[in-house]
């Protein structure tokens, strides 16, 4: 068990509409990335968020969207979805926004368009 | 652009034997590499790092090896174990822009009683 908690688990929705995937980070770390699995793509990094404030953007679309609260758990906003975003998205955390650490991550949300 | 590759798509070893996973990487600025394991229906879980100051770390049966002027590292796993087989993938990370993780496709290993 990492720590990080993900949910829900599975997420079964149709194109067009929008969806929220949560995620609690490990207990001290302040630092939350989105990664997104899929078949052609393998892993692939999307946001960092760090104490609140985004810190790093991969290629994340414009229709993804993340949050970083007070209490540090995280949400990424997924909207107009398309059959394309089926993947296993997970989140992951670390102590701070430093280098040189481990990530830790939580054991996913897969998304399913139909 | 994959900048981070594992061309062994899959490994398979006997128990007691040794396993030795390959990565190469193109990017010069990646400074801090890792190797994760992963489990069906699991998330990614953290290994064994390597900074770009090191050659080698070594953390109990897993071993693993830096060489920077081929832009490559691996991963050896002594001895290889039944609960290891599993899909591992090497990322690594060039400390600009926060700390993102850039991953290679992964290798399945199975490990062979």
């Known amino acids: 068990d990492s720590g990080v908690t993900q949910t829900p688990k599975h997420l079964i929705t149709a194109t067009g509409q929008r969806v929220t995937l949560r995620c609690s980070p490990r207990?001290?770390?302040?630092?939350v990335y989105w990664y997104q699995q899929s078949l052609d793509q393998g892993l692939q990094f999307l946001i960092q968020?760090?104490?609140?404030?985004?810190?790093a953007k991969g290629n994340i679309l414009e229709r993804f969207s993340a949050q970083q609260f007070p209490d540090l758990h995280s949400e990424l906003n997924l909207s107009s979805l398309e059959l394309g975003d089926s993947a296993l998205y997970f989140c992951?955390?670390?102590?701070?926004?430093?280098?040189?650490?481990?990530?830790?991550f939580g054991d996913g949300t897969r998304l399913s368009i139909l | 652009d994959q900048q981070v590759k594992q061309n062994s798509p899959s490994l398979s070893v006997q128990e007691g034997r040794i396993s030795i996973l390959n990565c190469d990487y193109t990017?010069?600025?990646?400074?801090?590499f890792l190797w994760y394991k992963k489990y069906p229906a699991e998330g990614p879980t953290f290994l064994i790092s390597?900074?770009?100051?090191?050659d080698k770390n070594e953390d109990g049966r897993f071993t693993v090896f830096l060489n920077k002027s081929a832009k490559h590292l691996s991963l050896h796993i002594v001895p290889s174990q039944p609960g290891d087989s599993a899909v591992y993938f090497c990322?690594?990370?060039?400390?600009?822009?926060?700390?993102?993780?850039?991953f290679g496709g992964g290798t399945r290993v199975l490990v062979k009683p």
């Open positions: 968020y760090y104490n609140g404030e985004e810190r």
């Open positions: 992951a955390s670390s102590v701070d926004e430093g280098i040189n650490q481990p990530q830790h």
């Open positions: 990322a690594a990370s060039d400390g600009a822009a926060g700390n993102k993780l850039t």
């Open positions: 990017n010069s600025m990646f400074d801090y």
């Open positions: 207990s001290g770390d302040l630092s």
């Open positions: 390597i900074s770009s100051i090191k």
